[in-house]
């Protein structure tokens, strides 16, 4: 089964600044990854997804990565700004024995970006 | 833009109630999914609905059942409200899996329904 971790938990930048985050997960077989963020009390709002035949997918100042031999995937934000701050979730896509389709999330990285 | 609509955003209801949450989306999705989301375990699906009145369920069903009668709407139902289903609710909806492009595969979520149970 499908396992995904996000390091850390949680994470604070001054503003400006170029940040990554970290996804890792455990079955290569991935079908796809994608990332979203959350705002307080709010659902997740997709920002990239990337198949498993993509290495990156690019929007805007976001710049999302998948190395499924490594079962690692990574978020770069550039020049960080105070709405940035959010919760970043990652979610690996796959499909079961079945032949079912499932996204796996990790628990998320709570971004702060310090004005 | 593809909009998931969850139509309430906070309920309190007694234990014992039998409560319904709705959620509509508006792009002729075929899959369509319920998760709850709590404090330190993150995100759990509860069941999923592939295209009109299919249903899968998750990893946590228990307590819960779907209706999907139309392919815009799918309602998740608590039989009977227990405080241990006090919660954030989220809808989300997907295209379908038949395609290799991203757009087909995007995953979009509801803002979330606060369900306490006392």
């Known amino acids: 089964k499908q396992e995904v971790t996000q390091i850390p938990a949680a994470l604070s930048v001054p503003e400006g600044e170029n940040l990554v985050l970290n996804c890792s997960f455990t079955?290569?077989?991935?079908?796809?990854l994608q990332w979203f963020r959350q705002d307080p009390g709010k659902g997740l709002t997709s920002l990239l997804l990337i198949q498993s035949s993509q290495r990156e997918q690019t929007s805007g100042r976001l710049n999302a990565s998948l190395d499924k031999s490594s079962g690692r995937s990574t978020l770069y934000i550039a020049a960080s700004q105070p709405g940035d701050s959010a919760t970043y979730l990652c979610a690996g896509g796959g499909y079961s024995g079945a032949g079912s389709y499932q996204l796996t999330f990790g628990k998320g990285t709570k971004l702060s970006v310090i004005p | 833009d593809v909009k998931v609509t969850q139509s309430s955003r906070y309920l309190v209801k007694r234990t014992g109630e039998k409560v319904f949450l709705e959620c509509v989306q508006d792009?002729?999705?075929?899959?369509m999914f319920w998760y709850r989301q709590d404090p330190g375990l993150g995100l759990r699906l509860i069941y999923f609905?592939?295209?009109?009145?299919?249903?899968e369920k998750g990893d946590i069903p228990e307590g819960y059942s779907v209706s999907r009668e139309k392919k815009e709407r799918f309602s998740l139902i608590l039989e009977s409200a227990s405080t241990n289903q006090t919660s954030m609710y989220l809808c989300?909806?997907?295209?379908?899996?038949?395609?290799?492009?991203?757009?087909?595969?995007?995953?979009?979520f509801g803002e979330g329904s606060w369900l306490t149970v006392v």
């Open positions: 792009m002729d999705h075929e899959n």
């Open positions: 609905s592939y295209d009109v009145k299919m249903k």
């Open positions: 079955d290569s077989a991935i079908y796809n």
């Open positions: 989300a909806s997907r295209l379908n899996g038949r395609t290799f492009q991203n757009s087909g595969n995007t995953i979009y």
